[in-house]
Every structure is written in C-alpha cells, then in structure tokens.
C-alpha cells in the first residue's frame, strides 16, 4: 500500500517534470548537465541564487525558464557536471561560411594574462577571424547615453544595469520593477552594432567574455540583430587548442594593431557614465549600487519598505565582469591592476587628439535605446493541503522533523516543499530524512540478520556469539553457565497430520513458552529446526536442570489450542531436553555438543524428559514419528 502509494507520488512528479520541460524548450538555456558526473552533492542547488537548478533522481540540470545564466552553478560543481554551453559548432560553420569579426570584452587581458592582447589578437586571426575588436567605444557610447538619460530624468528611480542577468533577473522575479530599468543597451549590443555599421559588406559578430548570461542576451527579440554568437574566453581556449593554435607564439598581422581609441573618457567599467560619479559622497543617498542577487533583493526591500532612497540604482550579479565566475587563475585584485594598467597604457600610447563626441559625429548613428519586458515565470504557490501533503510524503508534517538547515540548498523544509511541488526538487535531497530512512533501515536489517523469522527469537548466529561472550565471562570471573537444548518430540509427525501452517504454529507457541518462563537475563534462540537453545548465565547444573524441568511440565500440562486446525482443536505436545553447565575454559561448540548428547539421551529414554550432559555415552537417538 505504501510502496504504491510512493510510485504514485514519484509518476506525478515525473509528469510534472516532463510538462516544465515542454514548456522550458522556449528557453535558451546556456549551461548544459552532464547527469553521468553529477554525484548528488546539490551544491549546485546551494550555489544557485534563483534555484534553477532541477534535482531529477537525484541528477541535476537547469531549469533554463528559471535560469539568469549567472554561472555560479558552474563554478560550484567540483566534478565538472554542469558547464556553459559550447558554441563552437556554430562558431566553426560561421567561420567557414561568413567574413566573422570578434569582439573582445575587456577582461581578455585578464583572462589570457601573461599572453600580450596581441597575441590574442594574432590567434583569432590565425583562427579564421576576418577582423578583431575591442569592446571599449561599446562601453564609451553606453555612457554617453546614459549621462543623457540621467540628465533629463525626471521620474524618481532609474534601474541601470549592463549586466544581463541582473535584468534577466529583474524581468523574471521582479517584473514590476520592469518600467524602472533604463531603456539602453549594453556595451555589447552597441558594440556589435557599431561593428556592423563600420566594417565593409555584411559580417558576422562574435563577442567574446567571460560572462554566460551574455549568450542570453544576445538572442532577445530587441537586439539579436547586433551579436551572432558568445563565447565565453574558456571556449575561446578550447577553439585556440582545437586548432593548434599556441597563444605564446601566436603572430599575425604587421605587428602594427591600432589600439583601443578614445579609451575610457566617458565610461569607467561596463559603460558606467563617469559623470556620474564624479561630486559623489558616501552621504549621497541617490545613488546605490547593489552586487548579486541578494543584495539587489535586499536594497529592492529596502526601498519597497521605505527604508532607504536613490534615484538610481546600478546593479549587478558580480563585482563588475572582471568577477565573473569562471575560473580565472589571477586574484580579483590582479585581474582588475592587469585591465587597468592596459587600458591607461594605450590611452598614452594613443597618438589621436580626437575627442569622443568628435568621433561619434562621424561613426555611423546605431539604435541605443532598447525596451525591456517582463518574462513572469510561472511561480505556482500549491493550496496549502497540497504542501502538507507533500511535507507528509516527506515526513516531515511534524514540526521537529523540519530542521530547516539548509543542506538540501533551500533555507527551510517548507521551500523545499514548494521546489517539490513545482518539480524542481524530490525528498531524497534531504540529508536529515535519509539519515532517518537509513538508519530505520540499518536496523531493520540488523533486526532481520540477528533474529528469527518465524518465531521472533534470536538466531543460531547470534545465539553463538552470546554464547561466546558468557564463555569468555565464565573463564575471566570463574562464574558458571548453562545451556538447555530443548526438541519439540514427534514434531515431524504434527507437520505430517496437521500441516506445516500447524507445525508454524506449534513452534511460536513453544517459543512463547520458553520465553516466558525464563529470567529476563536468560537468552532464548531458535537453535535451528524444531530445537531451541537457551543460555542460562550463573546457573550450576542443578538449577539449570531444575529450570528444564518447570520448562518441560509447563509444556506437558498445557495443551496448545491450534488456531489453523479449528477453535477447538487442541494438541498435546511435549519437549525433551539437554542440559550442559560450564564453570571452566570451554567452547561454545563443546558445551552445545554435551547439551547435544543430553538431549539424544533424554530421546533413547522416552523423551519428554530432561538429562544432563557430561561425560555421557553417545547412544543413537530414535527416529522422531
Ligand atoms: S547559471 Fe546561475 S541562475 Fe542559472 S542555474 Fe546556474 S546558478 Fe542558477
Ligand atoms: S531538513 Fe531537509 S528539507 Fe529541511 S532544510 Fe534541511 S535538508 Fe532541506
């Protein structure tokens, strides 16, 4: 009933399952799952802000409508299970079929630190690249439009954010704010486009950066015309190791490449408008940065609550790209002085006395402005009987058993629940319930190995060790043990007549009574067969024999009343018994063997009887009928 009950809950959840996956196929997603390497660790599930990630017997995988295409579920995973999305297939027909230039996002230098951008540079043209690009006029023309924006905004608060999982985060958990996030693209879009307008004939965009959210960005309906594809620099590795291509040795070109022009008067990092900083306090309450998704949570609730102000919030899902999280081998701090330190040099090195806004003048005009729209999620919140139904499938109704502790990645049991109930997550990722089931489980099978079946006592293993342990006891402390062996007689002759179901019954109610008239202290086992052992610890031989005897009238007295053969129907039944005592070093296999002998004595005698063991002769037992 239970096991069914389970395999109904599990098809549900597997329904589920495959409709978000039908649904989800709309979705780009950008971070492929390898189940063969995932080990259960959930860390993945920990990691991930938005909890995208699905938990499906036991494998992860993402959750691509959920997805913001942050990475840190890349980063989190020790055993390479979850990676960003190759896009070299495509990259390699583009190469093949189109004149493609590249367009490098700042934090190259970083990324292929100590390698000189221009051996980068050299490479991609090595690589089939037609031209290669840096992405600083992008960031220069964002700042542009945004000191226009800012300088004619009259609203009250402006989201700014060139970070495209911070707005995808935005338009899919806080759609209201929507209207609030300024309608400009990202230095990328620009770039690409200006790309597009500058370079001769019809060529093909390839951005090139750290960040997997941007492959997201570059396929929304308002921009896809701007960038063909995304690489992030570990795929970019990849193509360069593919090729054979040795970045220290790479060369190309005339060794004259332009550099950057115009670099960075307008904009500090991603576009931001250096404007905007500058006259700026730390008591200016109008402008507020927020890092990650919890903290652009927390300043959104601040604000919401009336607890803080600002005109304008710049927000984003890292410390800038530079802290994009891929696996960089340079500290923060390196990476940023690297990017930093190339960027003032071409600035000196550069021989152009142009000015920005001379240059835009004369570059093609390419669209700016970009609006953005709500992508709700379906964020279904069950009745709450189904949410305790699903608490109950976990066991965890009771309100002790919710630890919330957080190792399943949800901050509490009843989110947990909720992920269930939205098939993104299953029980089995919680460790405190399998630990439960585990141990019920250990000591089942501890319960199952160590007892007898049919009547409940321990058995002939486990009867040995205890046997065992009391001989060890006898010889440390000189104290003294018996044993009984007690047969069932003319049992075979019950099963024969009455049938085995009666013959069952015979043994439990033996059992029953042998239990029952022994101490507490007194150790019963089912021997094997229609024989029972009984350990009688700091007993001499005389109360031992003494105990056989009260054991073996009980029986003889009281006939059983046999429920498989009728109501009425009772059965005289009887026991002989062996009696051994040990007050010195013996084996358990020697003490059973006298116990043994006493027995088959007791047989030859009549049975229904009770002999002691020692130094007996060995007579043959009669046949049981
Ligand atoms: S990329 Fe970010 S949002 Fe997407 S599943 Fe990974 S951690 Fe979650
Ligand atoms: S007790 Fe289980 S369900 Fe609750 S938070 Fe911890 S791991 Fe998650």
Request: net charge neutral; hydrophobic share 40%; proline share 5%.
């Amino acid at each position: 009933m239970a096991r069914s009950w389970r395999r109904c809950a599990r098809s549900r959840r597997k329904r589920k399952q495959a409709r978000l996956r039908h649904r989800e196929s709309r979705f780009v997603n950008v971070i492929t799952a390898d189940k063969s390497r995932c080990r259960s660790s959930y860390r993945c599930v920990r990691s991930c802000p938005v909890k995208a990630i699905r938990i499906q017997d036991g494998r992860a995988e993402v959750a691509p409508e959920r997805c913001i295409g942050c990475g840190l579920c890349v980063r989190s995973c020790s055993r390479q299970a979850l990676s960003v999305r190759s896009d070299l297939e495509p990259l390699r027909a583009l190469l093949e079929a189109e004149k493609v230039v590249a367009i490098l996002a700042p934090e190259y230098v970083a990324a292929f630190h100590p390698q000189q951008p221009d051996q980068v540079h050299a490479a991609l043209e090595q690589a089939g690249f037609f031209g290669v690009e840096e992405m600083v006029l992008g960031e220069e023309l964002v700042a542009l439009e945004y000191q226009r924006l800012l300088s004619d905004f009259r609203g009250e608060t402006l989201i700014r954010s060139t970070c495209p999982g911070a707005v995808a985060w935005i338009q899919k958990y806080r759609p209201a704010l929507v209207p609030l996030v300024a309608p400009v693209v990202s230095p990328m879009i620009a770039q690409g486009r200006l790309v597009k307008a500058t370079y001769p004939g019809r060529v093909k965009t390839v951005h090139i950066g750290p960040c997997p959210a941007r492959k997201i960005e570059a396929t929304g309906p308002a921009v896809k015309d701007a960038i063909d594809l995304v690489l992030t620099f570990d795929e970019l590795r990849r193509l360069f190791d593919e090729l054979g291509i040795d970045l220290r040795i790479a060369h190309g070109g005339n060794g004259n490449r332009q550099r950057p022009l115009l670099l960075k008067e307008a904009s500090l990092v991603d576009g931001f408008p250096r404007e905007q900083l500058e006259n700026r306090t730390m008591l200016d309450n109008e402008f507020r940065v927020a890092r990650g998704v919890g903290d652009i949570s927390r300043l959104i609730g601040a604000l919401e609550e009336g607890e803080a102000s600002a005109r304008l919030l710049d927000v984003s899902l890292c410390e800038g790209c530079a802290d994009a999280p891929i696996s960089w081998s340079l500290s923060l701090f390196a990476r940023r002085k690297i990017i930093s330190d190339y960027y003032r040099h071409c600035r000196e090195a550069s021989k152009t006395q142009i000015t920005l806004e001379q240059l835009r003048s004369r570059l093609p005009s390419v669209a700016m402005a970009r609006p953005f729209e709500a992508e709700r999620i379906d964020e279904e919140f069950p009745p709450a009987r189904e949410l305790t139904r699903i608490l109950g499938e976990g066991g965890m109704c009771d309100p002790q058993q919710q630890l919330d502790c957080g190792a399943c990645g949800y901050d509490t049991c009843r989110e947990q629940a909720l992920a269930i109930s939205r098939g993104l997550a299953e029980w089995e990722m919680c460790h405190p319930r399998q630990r439960r089931l585990l141990s019920g489980l250990v000591d089942r099978l501890r319960e199952l190995s160590t007892t007898d079946g049919l009547t409940g006592l321990i058995n002939h293993r486990t009867f040995t060790e205890r046997l065992e342990e009391e001989l060890h006891r006898v010889e440390r402390y000189s104290k003294l043990v018996s044993v009984l062996m007690v047969d069932i007689d003319m049992f075979k002759t019950v099963n024969d007549t009455l049938g085995h179901l009666a013959g069952d019954e015979v043994m439990v109610a033996i059992a029953k009574r042998i239990a029952d008239s022994v101490r507490g202290s007194d150790i019963v086992s089912r021997w094997g067969g229609d024989e029972f052992g009984v350990i009688l610890p700091e007993t001499d031989k005389t109360q031992a024999f003494a105990v056989a005897e009260k054991l073996r009238t009980k029986i003889q007295d009281e006939p059983l009343k046999l429920l498989s053969a009728g109501n009425e129907s009772e059965l005289e039944v009887t026991v002989s018994i062996g009696v051994a005592t040990s007050d010195g070093p013996r084996t358990s296999d020697e003490i059973m063997t006298d116990a043994d002998k006493a027995l088959y004595l007791a047989k030859t005698r009549g049975r229904n009887r009770t002999e002691l063991g020692g130094d007996l002769p060995v007579a043959p037992a009669p046949e049981e009928g």
